[in-house]
């Protein structure tokens, strides 16, 4: 089967990289660009790596991206955190800045889910359909999704189905907002444990913004 477009991925990584820039520069990781660029040339060498059919590298780039984003979502949560009972920050820049988490948050475990979920999008490539993984997706379940694993004829993988990257926005945006997977189940304990950063860092982020309602009534 045709491997599945990376380009959603990146677009989603580069909007989270590019959301440092609405944050107050004191829940910033090092200036804006910083972040940006390093994960728009982590992002770059990893498509050129893949080009190259260097796999290895491509997933050590890729997780390098997602560790430089996660990394500068941990410490604008924890400058929130310090700031929000100092008064260090306008109210409204808090607001926004517990929104701006909040969505970088949902990206950044989406990108989480799809990189590691069935040994990664490289090795989901080279598969007829998407029977082993994390996640337990609905799609799953479907008639015809284990006879296309067992054969390679046309029509099994006319019925083949595999999650691409709006499968696990759907499921982190689930994650942060209904602190929960919600239709998909969850199989492995990485990513149980995952999801549970996840949702805390979500409520946090809720827990401010709500704290801040509260203070404005």
Do not use: C
């Amino acid at each position: 089967m045709a491997p599945q477009p990376r380009w959603p991925v990146a677009l989603a990584l580069l909007a989270a990289a590019a959301l440092h820039f609405v944050l107050p520069r004191t829940l910033v990781m090092g200036p804006p660009w910083v972040v940006l660029g390093s994960v728009g040339i982590l992002i770059a060498l990893a498509w050129y790596a893949r080009h190259l059919h260097h796999w290895k590298l491509n997933e050590l780039l890729s997780y390098t991206a997602l560790g430089v984003l996660t990394a500068a979502l941990v410490f604008g949560l924890a400058a929130l955190l310090y700031a929000l009972p100092r008064r260090l920050e306008a109210p409204s820049a808090l607001l926004r800045s517990a929104a701006v988490l909040w969505l970088t948050n949902v990206l950044v475990f989406a990108g989480w889910y799809w990189r590691l979920d069935a040994g990664g999008p490289n090795e989901r490539d080279f598969r007829i359909a998407h029977v082993r993984g994390a996640f337990l997706f609905p799609q799953m379940l479907l008639p015809g999704a284990d006879a296309a694993m067992e054969t390679d004829d046309a029509e099994s993988a006319q019925m083949s189905w595999r999650p691409g990257f709006v499968d696990y926005l759907f499921l982190a945006f689930n994650t942060s907002t209904a602190f929960s997977p919600t239709d998909v189940p969850v199989l492995s304990r990485w990513a149980k444990l995952m999801m549970m950063v996840q949702a805390v860092i979500s409520f946090t982020s809720v827990a401010v913004i709500a704290a801040r309602a509260v203070n404005i009534l």
